[in-house]
C-alpha cells in the first residue's frame, strides 16, 4: 500500500470518531434529568422530660413508708414497690445514716429509687410494667495501691492511726501477723512497711483493700508476709520468703489487737490481793471489759463456767497433748463438747473471780505441765505452696521485695504507686 493511501485512511477513522464523540455530547445535553425524588418528611423527637434528683440519708427510726411518703409516693405505690422489691432486698430493713436518691420526671412519673445497702452495694428500683423492678449492683470503686512506711510509737495502733489510717488497716495488718508478731512486745524502734488498696468512691476514701505485701522488722527478726492466690482457684493465703504460709497453729495472743500485759508467767510473783509471793504460771492481758476473747488454736471446749477464783472460766483441748485456758471473763460464749476454731470468739474480758480489774489470765498446758504462752507456741505453719506454684509465687515476691526495699525510711512516708477502676 502507497503512502497516500495509509494517510487517507488515517483520516477517515480521525472523522468517524470525532463525528461519533459529537453525537454522545449532544444526546447526553438533550435528555432531561430524572426528576429528583420528594424530600423525606422529617420528625422531631418530642424533647425528653426533666429529670429531677433527691439525695439524702435516712434520718434516725425513719421507715421506708415515711421516707416515699415524703416524695408524693400514695400508700398502694409504697406497698407495691416494697412488695416488689422483696425477692431482692427487703426496703423496710432500711438503717440510718445510709445514702439514697429518689429521680422523678418533671411531670411527677417516678424514674427511679437508688439505696445504698453498704459500702460495696446498692440497690435499684425501676418502673417495670405496671409495677417495679429492683436489682442488685456494686460500686465501681477506685482502687489506690499505696505504700506506707512507719517507726512504732508507743504501739501499732496508735503509730497507724496518728498517720490519719483507720482501725481497719491495723486489724488487716495484726491479723497477716499475728502468729509470728507478739504486739504486747514491739519497740520503740521496731519498723514496717505496707503495699495496701485502697478503694475510693466519687474522690472518698471509703474501705480497704487487699495488704499485698507486709516487713515488720524488729531488733530480733523482721518478718515478711506476700499475698499469693492458688491459680488453681483456691484460696489467696500469705506466705513468707520460702512460700510457707504464714499462718501457725497457735495465735500468739488471743486478741484481735494488741493488749498490754500486766503480768508475766513466773514461778514468785507477788500477788497485789493476798500480799504475797506465788505462782502465776500464765500471761495477764489487760484489756477492757467486753474486748471480744479468741480461741488461740482450733480445739474442744472441756470446761465453761465458773471455776473459784478463775471466775468465768473456759478451757480447751488441742492436738498435741496441748490445752489452754481463758480466765476471769465478763461472758462465756462456747459450751462444753462444743469445737471451736482458731480465732473465734469464745468470750469476753472481765474481772470474774479474784481479780482486780478487767484482764484475761490466759494458760497453756502441754502433756498436763503449765509452761510459758509466749515461749512454746512456735508450732509449725501449715503446709507451704506446691512446687508447681512455687516458680509463680518467686516471681511475685521478688516484685514486690524490691518495691518494699525500695520505700523510703522517712517519718513519716506514704506514696500512690498506682490507681486502677475496680470493684
Known sequence: MKIPDLEKILLFLMAGAFLITSFAVFLFLNTPLPAPPPPAEVTQSPPQPRVIRFENTVVQKETVQELLSRFGFSPESIARLIKDTRPVYNLNRIGAGHHYEIERYEGGAFKSLRYDISVEQ???VTPWGP??????HQHEFEIVVEEIFGRIDGSLYYTLVSRGERDGLVASLMNILR???????????DSF???????YLDGNFIKYGKILAVEFRSAIKTFRGFLFEDPAGGEARYYDENGKSLRKAFLKVPFNFDPRITSHFSYSRFHPLFRRRRPHLGV??????GTPVLASADGVVEFAGFNGGYGKWVRIRHSGGLKTSYAHLSRIDVRPGRRVFQGERIGTVGSTGVATGPHLDYRVEKNGRFVDPRSVLSVPSEDGLSER????????RR???ERLAAIPEDEPYLNRV???GGG
Open 122 to 124: 446498692y440497690l435499684l
Open 418 to 420: 498506682s490507681a486502677a
Open 284 to 289: 495477764d492481758y489487760g484489756a477492757p471489759a
Open 193 to 199: 512497711k505496707l503495699i495496701v488498696e485502697k478503694k
Open 131 to 136: 409495677g417495679f423492678q429492683a436489682t442488685l
Open 179 to 189: 502468729w509470728d508478731v507478739d504486739f504486747t512486745s514491739v519497740k520503740s524502734e
Open 399 to 401: 516484685s514486690f521485695e
Open 389 to 396: 506454684h512455687q516458680v509463680q509465687f518467686n516471681l511475685l
